[in-house]
């Protein structure tokens, strides 16, 4: 069974560096079939999609992050990451990461438990 | 921009039938598939809906999903609701390399 696991620092002081990592285990994040996703949900709001990858590295980011933002794959861990630069208070959320069919209609059919990273000094 | 918008919440009696729109803005709806999420308070999303009508093992056959082309719109409906229901629920769809999710409805069964 699949499973899904965020971890990384729950405070980050702002203008500081977010970085979470999601371990996969049950599936190879290498697996051809699937891309791997970053979502986040602010306290008390919507799902924003923050970007996804697949294992041979492509990226697809939300334009609004873009800048800031990196997500990147290492298969020898079964792993990928989320870097997101300059953040302030308005990056405060759960941040899921999720698992995807390898093609653009496809739902996010797993998703991790959620990891509240708060934005703060 | 390809946005989808949701009404912030609906209610309904248990044992009714209800439906949640989700109208798309800045494109087709109907041009890639539809999927719709429930989230209880305090857990990840699960997927109730998939490629507009299909249904996951587990979901049980009141919850149903469609696209009304006309309107740029999909809708999901639930039907002989129960108070198990209550939660938000969100649509979401894909267009030209982003994925999107509507804002999300709050559904209370009372």
């Known amino acids: 069974q699949l499973q899904l696991q965020e971890s990384g620092p729950g405070l980050v002081r702002p203008s500081a560096t977010l970085s979470l990592t999601c371990d996969v285990a049950?599936?190879?994040?290498?697996?051809?079939?699937?891309?791997w996703a970053w979502i986040r949900q602010p306290p008390g709001k919507g799902l924003e999609w923050i970007g996804t990858?697949?294992?041979?590295?492509?990226?697809w980011y939300n334009p609004s992050l873009k800048s800031r933002l990196t997500i990147s794959v290492d298969t020898s861990k079964n792993q990928f990451s989320l870097k997101l630069t300059s953040v302030t208070a308005a990056d405060s959320a759960v941040f899921y990461c999720?698992?995807?069919?390898?093609?653009?209609?496809?739902?996010?059919?797993?998703w991790g438990q959620g990891a509240l990273v708060t934005v703060s000094s | 921009n390809f946005m989808l918008t949701q009404p912030h919440s609906v209610s309904e009696s248990p044992g009714k039938t209800v439906t949640i729109s989700c109208t798309g803005s800045?494109?087709?709806?109907?041009?890639?598939?539809v999927q719709w999420y429930q989230q209880r308070p305090g857990s990840a999303p699960t997927t109730v809906i998939f490629?507009?009508?299909?249904?996951p093992s587990g979901v049980p056959d009141r919850f149903s999903g469609s696209i009304d082309s006309s309107s740029n719109s999909a809708s999901l409906t639930i039907s002989g609701l129960k108070t198990e229901d209550e939660a938000d629920y969100y649509c979401?769809?894909?267009?030209?390399?982003?994925?999107?999710f509507g804002g999300g409805t709050k559904l209370t069964v009372l």
């Open positions: 999720a698992r995807h069919r390898a093609y653009s209609s496809a739902n996010f059919d797993s």
């Open positions: 049950g599936d190879a994040v290498s697996n051809t079939f699937y891309y």
């Open positions: 990858i697949y294992f041979t590295g492509s990226t």
């Open positions: 800045g494109g087709t709806i109907a041009r890639d598939y």
């Open positions: 490629e507009e009508k299909q249904r």
């Open positions: 979401q769809s894909y267009d030209r390399g982003i994925w999107v």
